[in-house]
């Protein structure tokens, strides 16, 4: 295997990854995907957006997902609903301001990333397993790349360009110094999968359910059905919030989510039968989202925050920008990485930065649990929920800052 040359290399074949590797593979160019682990395994992120389902369409790898959506449980999802003491507000993303799918999927990350690598390498992409990625030179043209097998040897790759798409591995931005601090704090996120039994009939398992902390207002739980009765349930806080609680990660979520009135009625007979995990200071920024051989997709950019379930949407539109942009530039025609796709793509992070800050601050619990609100104003919010960032025709998307301040303001005041 010693110094083979591919047109693209592409790290890691998580979401961003599969998409990115199919598009470019359907479009005739020659894709070798590098995957550290062996799959299924386990990935973080479980609650998807509509907006996905588009691009998983446009890598033709969507058939797929909905053809073993039984098989491994997949829950169907059609919006998002929020609890805070006592109040509830849902939205249904089929009520929505944007063109496009309405529904989407809950999914167990194992086998929903799973399906999607099969089905690359089913359309034609060589996928090498358990690989890693331990050096880049890319001043010289091609870059060369250092990969270690499982024997820890190494071997060179020569490649035209680099797509790094290896999540929190975030595998270029460390070996090329690209890192920057995010501006949000430092959160940590503690979570299980159990056993729901809830039997509340007034439970949508066709929603995620995000529950402010009845006393903290910057703490809150995910509740992420799967369809054979279990779910994904975790707690986001500031580090400090965690501080002298039990140091057993089981107990410590216990104890946590038994101490949220509404979560403790609805799992009340909740099996906890999976060890607990935590993340930690997940949040996280480049300063820059591509270079003259490479580019940043998904999490390998930047990362925010896990409330509004837009991380894997995001990757999946970072994929499909950048094979669009290296198709073209492949292909010999003149591109500009920056305004074909760092700036789409950051145009739609931040709309979803916009509420992620409004969320905690509490602008956006207001907006969401005010009494009084105007159909086509909600639509336009579930539009955001369902992941179409990029809708410019959406005020909301257009100038979210100030809509969100003038809502927010409004909600007040009634
Ligand atoms: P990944 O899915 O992380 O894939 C990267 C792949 O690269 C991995 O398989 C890894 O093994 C491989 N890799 C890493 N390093 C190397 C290397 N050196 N060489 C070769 N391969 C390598 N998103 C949602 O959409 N919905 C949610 O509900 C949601 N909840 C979240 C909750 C929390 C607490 C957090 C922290 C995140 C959440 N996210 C959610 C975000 C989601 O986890 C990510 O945005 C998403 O997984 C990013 O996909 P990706 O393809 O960029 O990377």
């Known amino acids: 295997e010693l110094d083979r040359q591919i047109d693209i290399v592409v790290i890691g074949a998580g979401p961003a990854g599969a998409v990115a590797a199919s598009l470019l593979n359907a479009k005739g160019h020659n894709v ?9 395994r386990f990935s973080i992120g479980e609650s998807l957006l509509p907006q996905c389902m588009e691009f998983l369409a446009q890598a033709n790898l ?7 959506a039984d098989q491994h449980h997949f829950q169907h999802k059609n919006g ?5 003491a006592g109040r509830y507000s849902e939205f249904d993303f089929r009520q929505k301001f944007s063109d496009g799918h309405g529904t989407t999927y809950q999914v167990q990350r194992a086998p929903f990333d799973h399906i999607l690598a099969q089905e690359t390498e089913r359309q034609g992409v060589e996928i090498i397993w358990g690989h890693t990625l331990v050096n880049i030179d890319q001043d010289t043209s091609p870059a060369r790349l250092t990969v270690e097998d499982e024997h820890h040897q190494t071997y060179t790759i020569s490649a035209q360009f680099v797509l790094d798409a290896s999540g929190f591995g975030r595998v270029l931005p460390r070996l090329l110094q690209l890192d920057r601090p995010s501006n949000f704090p430092s959160r940590t996120s503690l979570f299980t999968h159990i056993e729901d039994n809830i039997s509340d009939d007034g439970f949508d398992r066709e929603k995620i359910r995000v529950t402010v902390h009845y006393q903290h207002k910057d703490v809150w739980f995910w509740l992420i059905p799967f369809a054979h009765g279990r779910c994904s349930i975790g707690v986001v806080a500031r580090s400090e919030f965690f501080d002298g609680r039990d140091e ?3 107990r410590r979520l216990a104890d946590i989510i038994a101490d949220e009135p509404s979560l403790k009625t609805l799992l009340a007979n909740a099996r906890f039968d999976t060890p607990a995990r935590e993340i930690t200071g997940y949040a996280s920024d480049v300063s820059q989202l591509w270079g003259p051989n490479f580019a940043l997709l998904g999490n390998a950019g930047e990362f925010l925050d896990p409330v509004f379930s837009s991380g894997v949407t995001i990757a999946m539109k970072s994929a499909s920008l950048a094979a669009d942009v290296l198709d073209r530039q492949l292909r010999g025609q003149a591109v500009d990485w920056e305004a074909e796709y760092a700036q789409p793509l950051r145009a ?8 992620v800050e409004a ?4 602008r956006f619990q207001d907006i969401i649990f005010a009494s009084q609100q105007s159909k086509e104003v909600r639509a336009m919010i579930s539009s955001i929920l369902a992941g179409y960032a990029w809708d410019t025709n959406n005020p909301y998307v257009k ?3 100030h809509r969100i301040n003038v809502l927010a303001e409004l909600c007040r005041l009634s």
Not at 32 to 40: A, G, K
Not at 80 to 84: I, K, Q, R, T, Y
Not at 348 to 355: E, I, P, S
Not at 359 to 362: C, E, I, L, R, S
Request: negative net charge.
């Open 248 to 250: 057993d990660l089981n």
């Open 399 to 401: 100038d979210s800052e």
């Open 32 to 40: 070798l995907v590098i995957e550290r682990q062996h799959f299924p």
């Open 62 to 68: 969507l058939d797929a997902v909905h053809r073993h």
């Open 80 to 84: 998002a609903a929020f609890v805070h």
């Open 359 to 362: 969320w905690y601050d509490g």
């Open 348 to 355: 739609g992070v931040d709309t979803f930065r916009a509420f």
